[in-house]
């Protein structure tokens, strides 16, 4: 009995899990035909196929569907009515149709298998550990550097599908004009409809793609930020448990040996290729093929010492971390030395992989089996210098991580004013290492020589040194000049001459600090000349004449100058076009160059500074010429700005001769060097101060008189008034 109900039960538990089994298999195919069903509905009967010779601007949103089976259905309405418009063609357009509904059917397929497809994740989240090992945090970086490579990549795709979709789109709006410009009853109107449709597809094409790039980089991008969160948990999580520093001399020792053995290797090839330059027939394949043996080598040479610097830093940060060493003294290598190698191994993998890259752009040779052998080995070596290119890349990365620790243990290592003195210099310098990144970005071309703006602020703090040069040259001479007493004139002249000078060299130093072909300019020079002596005569003539000015020594600073035009006043600079000089009403006036040297010039300070002015005067006949030369002397002894008692500068008068109604005197006096620059108050001053010396001895200036005689054909009227006769109307 026990055994009969135990197989009931086994009986009854079976028909259950026959009935479950069933329930299951059952759901797909209810949920099939629902679907079915409510597609149906969905087609049948709101929905018709648009008409391909009447193609509305809507009919996409009208016939596309997120539901892949509706989709389907109205897919092959579609299909059928265009079936039933191509069937009616004749002969001759039946080709051009068939093609494009074979095109249509295509791009229907492919919409359909693009429906409902995620995009593809590119990589899973990484797990978080308690800690990590150095090792660890490499292969974190690493995978890093992988993502944001990857990333690159999916920008670049997405920046052409973007192009693709405007080409589509401008393809697009011309076949909107061509299909409503043709005839809706010719053969053409069905295949412009076909046209568009496919055109629409295509876009569908593009804007899944775009979306899935978007998707997917959105993707990459939080997997980017999660391992760039789990190497910063990393750094400050470091065990030393997979380094030894036996393993770490040994891995040194190894690179080392490497680094000789491709030295020697460098040598050897260098010599090959001097010899298959310099052979009577040189063969161009056996020169490409040692040219990229030698980038090889250079690259692997390069590699090696980049490699040894990262086992360097690993022995300074593990010895730090376990405490072997007490001060960071005892480390490898200082950072800026470190810094220099890592800038010069960024600017030389930038020249292997353009000679690399045009090594692998050169033709193949047409025939010649060994020519052909030599051209595939060479082919080889670049592609292999390009992927060895990528290591020095990532071994820099690593190293400046590792050495990032090496710095973070220092800083724990250094107390007091070490420590704060090893930040400020670790703060400078990755400060500087990121504004050399900054200036090291090429604006421009000057021909091959490219332009950066590191070139452009060095050209510039280059001659702004000249600049202050010249000028500190200038101020010395100024105030030696006013300290000695010396020829202001001369010191001047010198002083532009070296500043003309000093600018040249400065131009000359900031070009060529931008790495400019001065063998360029010289051509361009001679080009320009022509043009420069035709269009700048006025400009040229005057640099030339304020020259001849300054070598000559004619006219200096501080003289005091009266022009043919009247101007007069002192010379304040001598400019390389023009001369500033200011006039007793302190104006300046800027006056050529060309004119100082064209035109009469009166200088009134050229060989002394003082000169002789003379004052003409009159006074009445009878007056006693002795009394009138006391009161010119005495007038001279009140004017301003007169030598008097110097031996041959005495004021002296002199009668100079008879007037109709005076006596002409000229009183000479001597000035000095303020009286030259203000002639008109000195003569001022000297005829105030006369005319009130006439005053008080009586003497008197005569002024002209005239006597009028009336005459007569009888005679000569007496000068009385005449008496009037009387009218005849009195």
Same mark, same amino acid.
């Given at each position: 009995m026990q055994n009969l109900g135990k197989m009931f039960s086994l009986m009854r538990i079976n028909f259950l899990k026959t009935i479950i089994l069933g329930i299951f298999l059952l759901q797909p195919v209810m949920a099939w035909s629902q679907e079915t069903q409510a597609a149906d509905k969905a087609v049948e009967p709101s929905w018709t196929a648009p008409d391909i010779v009447a193609l509305p601007v809507d009919w996409w949103s009208k016939f596309f569907s997120e539901n892949k089976e509706v989709f389907r259905i109205r897919a092959e309405l579609l299909t059928t009515k265009v079936n039933e418009y191509v069937g009616s063609l004749d002969a001759e357009n039946l080709v %051009?149709?068939?093609?494009?509904?074979?095109?249509?059917?295509?791009?229907?397929?492919?919409?359909?298998?693009?429906?409902? !497809?995620?995009?593809?994740?590119?990589?899973?989240?990484?797990?978080?550990?308690?800690?990590?090992? @150095?090792?660890?945090?490499?292969?974190?970086?690493?995978?890093?550097?992988?993502?944001?490579?990857?990333?690159?990549?999916?920008?670049?795709?997405?920046?052409?599908?973007?192009?693709? +979709?405007?080409?589509? $789109?401008?393809?697009?709006?011309? $076949?909107?004009?061509?299909?409503?410009?043709?005839?809706?009853?010719?053969?053409?109107?069905?295949?412009?409809?076909?046209?568009?449709?496919?055109?629409?597809?295509?876009?569908?094409?593009?804007?899944?793609?775009?979306?899935?790039?978007?998707?997917?980089?959105?993707?990459?991008?939080?997997? @980017?930020?999660?391992?760039?969160?789990?190497?910063?948990?990393?750094?400050?999580?470091?065990?030393?448990?997979?380094?030894?520093?036996?393993?770490?001399?040994?891995?040194?020792?190894? &690179?080392?040996?490497?680094?000789?053995?491709?030295?020697? *290797?460098? $040598?050897?090839?260098?010599?090959?290729?001097?010899?298959?330059?310099?052979?009577?027939?040189?063969? +161009?394949? *056996?020169?490409?093929?040692? *040219?990229?043996?030698?980038? *090889?080598? =250079?690259?692997?040479?390069?590699?090696?010492?980049?490699?040894?610097? @990262?086992?360097?830093?690993? #022995?300074?940060?593990?010895?730090?971390?376990?405490?072997?060493?007490? /001060?960071? &003294?005892?480390?490898?290598? =200082?950072?800026?030395? @470190?810094?220099?190698?890592?800038?010069? %191994?960024?600017?030389?993998?930038?020249?292997? !992989?353009?000679?690399?890259?045009?090594?692998?752009?050169?033709?193949?040779?047409? +025939?010649?089996?060994? %020519? +052909?052998?030599?051209?595939n080995q060479a082919q080889t070596n670049a592609h292999k210098t390009l992927s060895e290119v990528a290591d020095i890349t990532a071994t820099m990365d690593n190293l400046s991580l590792v050495q990032a620790q090496v710095a973070s243990e220092s800083l724990k290592l250094e107390q007091g004013f070490g420590g704060v003195w090893l930040r400020i210099r670790l703060f400078t310098d990755e400060l500087w290492a990121k504004s050399k990144a900054l200036l090291n970005i090429s604006l421009f071309h000057f021909g091959d020589s490219p332009v950066t703006a590191g070139g452009l602020t060095k050209a510039l703090l280059i001659f702004l040194f000249f600049w202050a040069l010249s000028w500190i040259i200038r101020h010395l001479l100024d105030r030696l000049v006013r300290r000695q007493q010396f020829q202001q004139g001369s010191f001047y002249a010198s002083g532009r001459v070296l500043h003309y000078i000093i600018l040249t060299i400065a131009v000359i130093a900031a070009l060529g600090s931008l790495g400019l072909d001065f063998s360029s300019f010289a051509l361009i020079a001679g080009a320009l000349s022509v043009g420069i002596g035709f269009g700048?005569?006025?400009?040229?003539?005057?640099?030339?004449?304020?020259?001849?000015?300054?070598?000559?020594?004619?006219?200096?600073?501080?003289?005091?100058?009266?022009?043919?035009?009247?101007?007069?006043?002192?010379?304040?600079?001598? #400019?390389?076009?023009?001369?500033?000089?200011? !006039?007793?009403?302190?104006?300046?006036?800027?006056?050529?160059? =060309?004119?100082?040297?064209?035109?009469?010039?009166?200088?009134?300070?050229? #060989?002394? =500074?003082?000169? #002789?002015?003379?004052?003409?005067?009159?006074?009445?006949?009878? /007056?006693?010429?002795?009394?009138?030369?006391?009161?010119?002397?005495?007038?001279?002894?009140?004017?301003?700005?007169?030598?008097?008692?110097?031996?041959?500068r005495k004021p002296a008068v002199r009668l100079i001769s008879f007037g109709e109604n005076a006596l002409n005197f000229e009183l000479r006096v001597w000035v000095n060097r303020q009286g030259v620059r203000r002639p008109i108050f000195v003569r001022s001053s000297i005829l105030w101060a006369l005319d009130n010396k006439f005053r008080e001895n009586g003497l008197r200036v005569p002024f002209p008189q005239r006597e009028v005689h009336v005459r007569k054909e009888s005679g000569v009227l007496s000068p009385q008034r005449p008496e009037l006769e009387p009218s005849d109307d009195q």
């Open positions: %051009a149709a068939q093609a494009s509904v074979k095109t249509l059917r295509s791009n229907l397929d492919t919409v359909l298998s693009l429906q409902g !497809t995620p995009a593809a994740p590119q990589n899973t989240a990484l797990p978080t550990l308690d800690s990590y090992t @150095l090792k660890q945090l490499l292969d974190l970086r690493e995978r890093w550097r992988e993502g944001r490579s990857k990333l690159d990549v999916l920008e670049l795709e997405k920046q052409q599908l973007s192009k693709q +979709k405007q080409l589509l $789109a401008q393809r697009r709006d011309l $076949a909107l004009t061509q299909f409503a410009d043709t005839d809706p009853s010719s053969p053409a109107r069905l295949l412009a409809g076909l046209h568009r449709i496919n055109l629409r597809l295509e876009q569908y094409f593009l804007e899944k793609q775009l979306a899935d790039k978007t998707a997917q980089q959105a993707q990459l991008g939080s997997y @980017l930020d999660d391992v760039s969160q789990k190497i910063t948990y990393a750094a400050s999580h470091l065990l030393t448990d997979d380094l030894s520093l036996k393993d770490l001399d040994s891995a040194i020792h190894r &690179l080392s040996d490497t680094m000789t053995g491709a030295t020697g *290797k460098l $040598a050897a090839i260098q010599q090959k290729l001097l010899d298959a330059i310099n052979a009577d027939k040189p063969n +161009k394949y *056996k020169i490409l093929d040692l *040219k990229q043996q030698l980038t *090889k080598v =250079s690259v692997e040479e390069m590699l090696a010492r980049l490699k040894l610097e @990262l086992e360097y830093a690993k #022995r300074d940060w593990f010895l730090l971390r376990t405490g072997t060493i007490t /001060s960071t &003294l005892d480390l490898h290598k =200082s950072d800026p030395t @470190l810094r220099t190698l890592l800038d010069e %191994a960024t600017q030389q993998s930038a020249l292997w !992989t353009e000679a690399s890259r045009n090594t692998l752009i050169t033709p193949a040779p047409d +025939k010649g089996r060994t %020519a +052909k052998r030599t051209y700048l005569q006025t400009v040229v003539l005057n640099f030339v004449s304020g020259l001849i000015l300054l070598f000559e020594g004619s006219i200096r600073v501080g003289d005091y100058v009266e022009l043919d035009s009247g101007l007069m006043g002192v010379v304040r600079e001598i #400019r390389s076009r023009a001369t500033l000089i200011t !006039t007793n009403d302190n104006i300046d006036v800027i006056v050529p160059n =060309s004119e100082l040297t064209a035109n009469r010039m009166i200088n009134w300070t050229l #060989r002394e =500074s003082i000169a #002789r002015m003379r004052i003409p005067f009159a006074v009445a006949y009878g /007056s006693d010429k002795e009394l009138v030369k006391q009161a010119a002397l005495d007038a001279v002894d009140e004017g301003e700005f007169c030598i008097r008692h110097t031996i041959g």
